[in-house]
């Protein structure tokens, strides 16, 4: 059963859609089944370009078709990321040491050590191009895309984005305790759920008035490889992008963000977002640790770097099982996540049927320029 928090949280958030509030609205087991699959060891840690990042694209592209997403890919659900592995060259690296005095101690680099070949994610500047690369160091690598059409004559030609990656860490080492599966219950299995619990319940209710584009992308943990090929690749248009809502990390309650059912969104001050949102009683709050410079390090940052008002809805409270094999099931809060899950539908609802979000004064980061 929900806690009555959580239960408190979801009546008091914009209303959903009749037909979806009594039925649909996301449960705590929707959740447990959802995250389940995704966080499972069979899903091997979902490594980019893995055989189990494959299972757990083929798992997203079924749980779309069966929320009833039109497919918005090259290939159906799938919109292929042209990943190559390329073995790339390491020389020798020295040290710096801090003393105890305050001085640093450098030690050059051992010319006698070999240099080291690792393996490299790469993307190619098409598919085509992936034709003259071997069959074995080109893995299926995906993105998987749905969307829900607006009905609005005019604002059905614009659309908010919702997104989150569906990649982690993979299988690693000799593990811990015998466990060398980095499941990434958090990061980013939950995000990933919230975008398909999301498209579920706005397919149940209502036709939004924008279209609304529903993203698992590959490769966040090696480079944001699956956003930066879809920005050079979209299936609508950048152009038509209303904004961009980006979920990571909503597994755990962060008692900054106000405990269980609350979350907090990155660059809050950035944009008139998240004061839209809190207006219309989602119950988020600007990011607490703005040192930890969350807005710069997921996926929202590449739609922002294009001018997009891009934001990341999270409660990561920097908990001790980040990036580490105990990042499971066991230790997420699915009370909590259902409750963030229902405000972020009626969030999603917000921003596809009001007011197109904007940059305030100075919010809006500059794009990098090389020397």
Excluded: C
Aim: proline letters at 8%.
């Amino acid at each position: 059963m929900l806690r009555s928090s959580v239960l408190l949280l979801v009546m008091a958030v914009a209303p959903l859609p009749a037909r979806v509030a009594a039925q649909q609205a996301t449960t705590p087991a929707d959740v447990r089944r959802v995250l389940g699959a995704l966080a499972h060891d069979s899903m091997e840690g979902r490594g980019s370009a893995t055989i189990g990042g494959a299972r757990a694209a083929r798992f997203i592209a079924a749980e779309m078709k069966k929320a009833g997403l039109e497919p918005l890919g090259d290939s159906g659900y799938f919109q292929r990321v042209p990943v190559a592995r390329d073995s790339v060259a390491v020389p020798p690296r020295g040290t710096t040491r801090r003393n105890a005095d305050g001085t640093v101690t450098t030690t050059p680099p051992d010319p006698a050590a070999p240099v080291r070949m690792i393996e490299r994610l790469r993307v190619r500047e098409s598919l085509a191009a992936l034709d003259t690369v071997p069959l074995a160091r080109k893995p299926a690598a995906v993105n998987v895309v749905g969307v829900i059409r607006g009905g609005d004559p005019t604002l059905k030609n614009e659309y908010i984005l919702v997104d989150a990656h569906y990649d982690h860490l993979g299988m690693r080492g000799p593990g811990v305790n015998g466990d060398s599966v980095f499941n990434g219950a958090d990061d980013d299995a939950s995000g990933v759920t919230a975008v398909l619990e999301i498209a579920r319940q706005i397919h149940a209710g209502a036709t939004p008035k924008r279209t609304i584009v529903f993203a698992a992308t590959m490769g966040e943990e090696v480079g944001l490889l699956g956003t930066n090929w879809y920005i050079t690749h979209p299936p609508i248009p950048l152009s038509q992008m209303a904004a961009n809502l980006e979920i990571e990390m909503i597994g755990r309650p962060d008692s900054l963000a106000g405990g269980v059912g609350r979350a907090w969104l990155t660059g809050y001050e950035r944009s008139n977002m998240g004061e839209m949102l809190a207006a219309k009683g989602i119950p988020i709050v600007p990011d607490k640790r703005p040192d930890q410079n969350f807005f710069q390090r997921s996926d929202n940052i590449a739609f922002a770097m294009k001018g997009i008002v891009a934001h990341t809805l999270s409660s990561f409270n920097l908990h001790k099982d980040y990036h580490q094999v105990t990042d499971d099931l066991s230790h997420v809060d699915v009370d909590h996540m259902a409750g963030v899950i229902n405000a972020a539908v009626a969030a999603t609802r917000i921003l596809s049927d009001g007011p197109k979000p904007e940059w305030k004064p100075g919010g809006k980061p500059e794009p990098r320029t090389r020397p």
